[in-house]
């Protein structure tokens, strides 16, 4: 029991008139700078007398369990222990005043240590700090004081809800509005204690004072503590009633309406907006009848605390669009982004023809007359009537707004069948199609992200990517003659390097490679159109690639991010591993369409049910069934009633989650639909095949359903114009309408080809069309539609191939040619894509084995390779050699490095000896006019082996040239070569003549000076070193030309150089020194003996012995009272409530690695000899050493001299014992001749070392 506060005062007196003076003495602390002993001293003095001052028990009780039991009673519910039970601290404390500074100076205490104010720190501060730095003792103190501080932020968690205490909170943080820590903190604390009072009748008695705490955390200028009030609001809201709710949620839409506002505060309102939201749950009634179809007869209600209704509340339906639609068109992203979650919770929670009507909405708000859908609307062609936005922005959603409101299309057509997009179609995509050519990026990115949504989603229905592709397609005619007369016959200016030093003035050459704006007078020829094209494509082509991956190799599969357990657009990208030691299938989550929105407790009630071959079907790609796209509902009859779907991959995995830990799981959509006997539109179609078919990819659905004449007829020299797609029907509006609502799957019945139900062409000539397309983007005058055809052409050209090789392989037979031709830049990319590809499929067929699942396919594209690459690096070695050097010569550089190193097996020797040579000569030239200054390359210009001028175009697409940097031409034509070849260079070592590749030797040594910062390209430079060496070493080379022991000898010279740079780690130093001993035993000359010595004894003379190290005694406090315990709760941005996106970073898994192209140049990493080294291309870990961080221990960064001694005198050793067996007996050895030619100082060092350990 607690003393009531007229005991308090008769009792205790001189009790409080103490503890009223420590209590003033710490509130003053602060400005006189009080010293911990006595800051300890005062806080323990308040704690004893606390806790000796206890009220005498009116009754002892010698039941000890009964007094356990009504402790334990007492205590129930609290995460806290109350250190002080005897005493409130409103009592204690009588005035405002005083509560407010002692709860000021707690807080500030315990938690300021932290701030870092201004970024600097005054001399007072210093001064004060300073005081108290004694080391350990120090450290023991403040530990101390953080644990009496914590008694007493104990005590405020444990004090009843009253005025006195929430005036001090919010006291608190309005004093430390300068310290945000501490203000952090502060919200912590009092949500904390807000959630532990949150069921107690004085938590509604104060409600005015408990709402302004709330609106002040979730309205803070920072987003951390917004967001740790957000995270800690849910279990609070649920405890208002709805009068409450609605007067909290009346408070928060004002701020949101207020022009006034901060677009931090809005933030945070629209964020508790969505915990008010998602605090309404859909829950279930079960039959108590469990017949086959008695989870049809399922109830669903929502659920809010204790209420239970049938919708939201008036007060939430009838706002929140008049709310969220403003918000979408916000400046702040963040703050759209929450409108949009906030958007989906509420459509979530409501019925289904509200989503479409909603999705209508935010079609209509994009469309430029922002005028709803009428009936017929988009039959005239509608998607073909374009702005140009050069003229007509004004007719343009503004960006901000588009961006929002495509965020809630996109949302809504995640959960939305795609059936019921059909027969708007061409009022839908005239929409997006203006959003495609937004003048905003941003606008066109999203956009382009809906339609990969939306292509994703209807992963079984090859209808909705046909139509999406022949959408994109129409109206963009492009032939090979188009391509092929671009940019022919015009002079351009040419810039000549000469031995390194760049001219523009060497006029005018008649290349065909030069630059002219193409015309296109066609409506569509605006660039924001095609760019938001081609970024489409660009998404679509990667979900197919990655679709098709998980069937043919689910073993290398990506792994998803994330995964919840709901419905999941992207639910293709979605499996799980087992470990490689397991025996048991790799269970994947195939291409999973939309299931109805079956819920958790849906499917766990639905299982019930079920027969037992119904569950137990398996998921594999083997034998698991074809999951449906899902059927259209009966709008007559939306309610939320379960749906019963037969070997439904979302309903096993629903069922897999609810027999596991479901109640944490976010509330998915209830949309659910009865069966009936009527078909979806959306099914694919088979030839001759039943119900029973083992699953496949979207690839192969579209594939399969081609007829035998649109495969024929896919011509792509032909000029095709390409129609919008329409709708052969004579079906009234109305009659559509009525057939939209109860458009079912009934998986037992046969499918029906709708394909015929529109004009669609071949899937084969829309890809033809597409690649034609992104390969005339390549030489547009316009730089972004250059980058995204860089970005595109490699992804594409691998769906295509997966689809139909031969597609893209008639393109290269009859257009890649030694002449400069848009189209042969464009097919040249393709030719190195291809090459990449068959790597990486010849890798993973070998690591699948007989589980790869089409073979076919993949046997296919390597039996292309195989007839076609000796054609390919022929013509590849005709365009190296010509005069001009640009991004075309790079690029067929890369084929030859790609094609030696990994298929030379099917090169002729003659071939195979033609292309190293062209590889080497190319690599000499580049770096000569790099480094023109470098001795060796003096010496490659004096004998003349390299070309002494280098012609490069000024301008143009294929030009290198960035900017006006002349006096670096060269120097980026290197490392242009290096940064995309560099991952070969070790395999071309090993599988080239050594004579030839060792003129490459000393480029490759002095590169690894220029690269010594970038540690992945280091690495790799030192093993082709290593295997080069190690070549050299194991050949009998005495019958080479003096050439090659001239590259030798400038070897020697690069290692030395590389030993002298003080930048250079012993981890790099120790592998050079054994290259030196094992060319130094090929070499006749010894003057490089002489280097080697000055060199290493400089070097040691410039490395100090001191080392960095934290001086414990000017170390501040905050080092020793930084220890604020981590939160139990997220306080992280509040997340999607299905997160059911898939992230396609290339990077994840070097199965793809044509996902890498670079945003900058357009290239693609280069793919080694082995899994290794593709793994090292994409940044990918291939061993324990790889896997290491960026950052390195002291130890590893830290050159100690000690070490360098001990490395430089282990290497002189043994270079000394190799001279001295080659010395003629009774004389001097060379290694002491040449040590006696050095300086004094740097005699002394060498014989220092040498008899270091002796």
């Known amino acids: 029991m607690l003393m009531d506060h007229t005991e308090w005062k008769v009792t205790s007196k001189s009790s409080m008139e103490g503890l009223k003076q420590h209590f003033a003495k710490l509130s003053n602390s602060l400005a006189e700078s009080l010293a911990i002993e006595s800051e300890i001293a005062s806080l323990r003095a308040i704690r004893d007398r606390l806790t000796v001052e206890t009220q005498p028990s009116v009754t002892k009780s010698l039941d000890l369990e009964q007094d356990f039991l009504t402790l334990a009673a007492d205590s129930l ?94 006291n608190a943080i309005s004093k430390a509005s300068n310290r945000p820590v501490v203000r952090n903190q502060t919200v912590v604390i009092m949500m904390d204690w807000l959630h532990q009072n949150s069921s107690q009748p004085w938590f509604h008695s104060h409600w005015r004072q408990v709402q302004e705490l709330l609106v002040c955390g979730v309205t803070d200028i920072w987003s951390a503590i917004r967001n740790a009030c957000i995270n800690r609001l849910g279990p609070i809201v649920d405890c208002f009633t709805l009068v409450k709710l609605e007067a909290f949620y009346c408070t928060l839409v004002k701020i949101c309406r207020d022009p006034h506002s901060s677009w931090q505060a809005k933030e945070g309102a629209i964020m508790a907006v969505i915990v008010i939201l998602r605090n309404f749950h859909w829950v279930g009634r079960l039959s108590h009848s469990f017949s086959e179809h008695s989870v049809n007869e399922t109830s669903f209600y929502l659920k809010y605390g204790h209420e239970e209704m049938q919708q939201l509340p008036r007060f939430l339906a009838d706002s929140l669009h008049s709310l969220i639609y403003p918000l979408l068109a916000h400046p702040q992203i963040s703050v759209r982004d929450n409108a949009t979650k906030a958007f989906s919770s509420f459509l979530s929670r409501c019925e289904f023809q509200e989503a479409l009507n909603a999705l209508d909405e935010a079609i209509s708000r994009l469309s430029p007359s922002r005028e709803p859908y009428q009936e017929g609307q988009g039959d005239d062609d509608g998607a073909l009537r374009m702005q140009d ?3 007509d922005e004004e007719l343009f959603v503004d960006a901000y707004e588009a961006e929002g409101l495509i965020s809630v299309c996109t949302g809504l057509i995640k959960q939305i069948p795609a059936s019921f997009l059909l027969n708007k179609w061409t009022f839908y995509f005239s929409v997006f199609n203006n959003c495609l050519m937004h003048p905003a990026s941003t606008v066109r990115q999203v956009t382009s992200t809906l339609l990969k949504y939306l ?6 229905a090859p209808l909705v990517l046909k139509l999406t592709l022949q959408s994109l397609v129409t109206n963009w ?52 159109w095609r760019e938001g094209r081609l970024l489409t494509y660009e998404l679509i082509a990667k979900f197919l690639v990655h679709n098709h991956v998980h069937y043919i190799f689910p073993s290398h599969a990506i792994q998803p991010a994330r995964f919840r357990g709901t419905a999941s657009v992207d639910a293709v990208m979605q499996s799980r591993y087992l470990k490689s030691s397991s025996g048991e299938k790799i269970t994947l989550s195939k291409s999973v369409g939309y299931s109805g929105g079956q819920s958790s407790r849906q499917a766990w009630g639905s299982q019930r049910g079920q027969s037992e071959e119904d569950s137990s079907g398996s998921a594999t790609p083997n034998d698991s069934p074809r999951h449906q796209i899902s059927p259209t509902p009966n709008s007559s009859e939306l309610s939320r009633s379960g749906s019963y779907r037969k070997k439904s991959l979302e309903q096993k995995r629903s069922r897999t989650m609810a027999e596991g830990n479901f109640y944490g799981q976010p509330t998915p959509n209830q949309y659910s639909y009865p069966e009936d006997s009527k078909k979806s539109p959306l099914q694919s179609p088979r030839k001759g095949s039943s119900f029973l078919i083992a699953p496949s990819s979207l690839l192969h659905l579209i594939k399969d359903s081609q007829s035998t004449e649109q495969e024929n007829d896919c011509d792509v020299s032909k000029s095709r114009y390409i129609p919008f797609p329409k709708r052969l029907t004579d079906k009234s509006q109305h009659q559509l309408e009525k057939e939209e609502k109860n458009l079912v799957i009934d998986q037992k019945a046969e499918t029906q080809d709708e394909d015929d139900n529109w004009e669609l062409v071949s899937v084969s000539t829309l890809f033809s069309q597409m690649l034609l397309q992104t390969i005339e983007c390549l030489g547009s005058d316009q730089w972004e539609l250059r980058r995204m055809g860089h970005q595109t052409l490699p992804i594409l050209t691998e769906a295509i191939r997966y689809f139909d090789v031969t597609l893209l392989t008639a393109l290269i037979d009859a257009y890649f040619s030694p002449k400069v031709t848009v189209m042969t830049y464009g097919l040249s990319l393709a030719v190195k894509s291809t090459l990449q590809h068959a790597l990486r499929l010849e890798n993973f067929t070998d690591s699948s084995g007989p589980n790869s699942m089409d073979s076919t396919k993949t046997c296919s594209i390597l039996d292309t390779v195989e007839q076609r690459v000796s054609r390919w690096v022929l013509i590849a070695r005709d365009l190296v050699n010509r005069p001009c050097v640009d991004k075309l010569s790079f690029v067929a550089v890369e084929i030859l490095f790609l094609a030696c190193t990994n298929f030379s097996q099917y090169l002729s020797v003659e071939t195979k000896t033609v292309v190293d040579t062209t590889c080497v000569k190319f690599s000499l030239d580049l770096f000569s006019h790099a480094h023109p200054s470098h001795r060796y390359s003096k010496y490659l210009f004096k004998a003349k082996k390299v ?35 560099y991952t070969l260079f070790p395999s071309f070592v090993s599988n080239t003549s050594v004579c030839e590749v060792a003129r490459m030797l000393p480029t490759l040594l002095h590169l690894i000076i220029v690269f010594m910062e970038d540690h992945d390209v280091l690495k790799t430079l030192l093993d082709g070193c290593r295997c080069l060496v190690s070549k050299v070493e194991q050949t009998e080379c005495s019958h080479f030309p003096d050439d090659f022991f001239t590259a030798l000898e400038y070897s020697l010279l690069g290692i030395i150089d590389i030993i002298h740079i003080k930048a250079t780690e012993v981890l790099t130093i120790r592998p050079v020194l054994e290259f030196y001993i094992c060319l130094g035993q090929l070499v006749s000359s010894t003057h490089h003996l002489t280097a080697l010595f000055k060199v290493i004894h400089s070097r040691l003379q410039d490395v100090g012995s001191s080392k960095t190290t934290l001086d414990v005694c000017n170390s501040d406090l905050v080092f020793r009272s930084n220890d604020i315990p981590a939160s139990p709760v997220d306080n992280q941005p509040i997340a999607a409530e299905t997160e059911d996106d ?90 002491e001749v040449r040590l006696g030619m050095v300086g004094v100082l740097s005699k002394r060092t060498i014989s220092r070392l040498l008899h270091l350990d002796l």
């Open 1142 to 1231: 898939y992230e396609e970073n290339g990077s994840s898994h070097p199965l793809t690695t044509s996902l890498n192209a670079s945003g900058g140049n357009g290239q693609i990493t280069g793919v080694g000899l082995n899994r290794r080294r593709m793994s090292s291309s994409v940044g990918l870990p291939t061993d324990e050493s790889d896997s290491d961080s960026d950052w390195d221990s002291w130890e590893e960064e830290e050159e100690d001299q000690s070490m360098l001694e001990e490395l430089f005198g282990d290497f002189l050793r043994t270079l000394q014992g190799h001279y001295r067996q080659t010395a003629i007996p009774g004389e001097q050895s060379v290694f």
């Open 477 to 528: 005619c492009v032939n090979v003659e188009q391509i092929l007369a671009m940019h022919q016959g015009v002079k351009q200016p040419i810039i000549r390097i000469h031995q390194g030093k760049a001219t523009r003035d060497a006029g005018m050459a008649s290349d065909d490679s030069a630059t002219e704006e193409y015309s296109d007078q066609t409506l569509l020829a605006t660039w924001e």
């Open 389 to 391: 936005p050069s003229m």
């Open 947 to 981: 070309r002494m001028d280098i012609d490069t175009p000024a301008q143009g697409y294929l030009s290198i040239l960035k900017g006006d940097g002349l006096h670096r031409l060269s120097l980026q034509m290197q490392h242009y070569l290096v940064s995309e070849c």
């Open 455 to 460: 292509v994703a989603k209807s992963s079984q």
């Open 77 to 170: 519910g609290s995460e806290y222990t109350d250190p002080f039970p005897s005493f409130k601290l409103d009592t204690v404390l009588h005035g405002q005043e005083e509560l407010n500074d002692f709860m000021l100076y707690v807080l500030e205490r315990r938690y300021g240590w932290s701030e870092v104010e201004n970024g600097k720190v005054t001399k007072e501060d210093e001064d004060f700090r300073n005081k108290a730095i004694d080391h350990e003792r120090v450290g023991r103190l403040k530990t101390h004081l953080n644990e009496l501080l914590e008694s007493f932020i104990h005590w405020f968690l444990c004090q009843n809800i009253s005025v006195p205490v929430l005036c001090s909170f919010r």
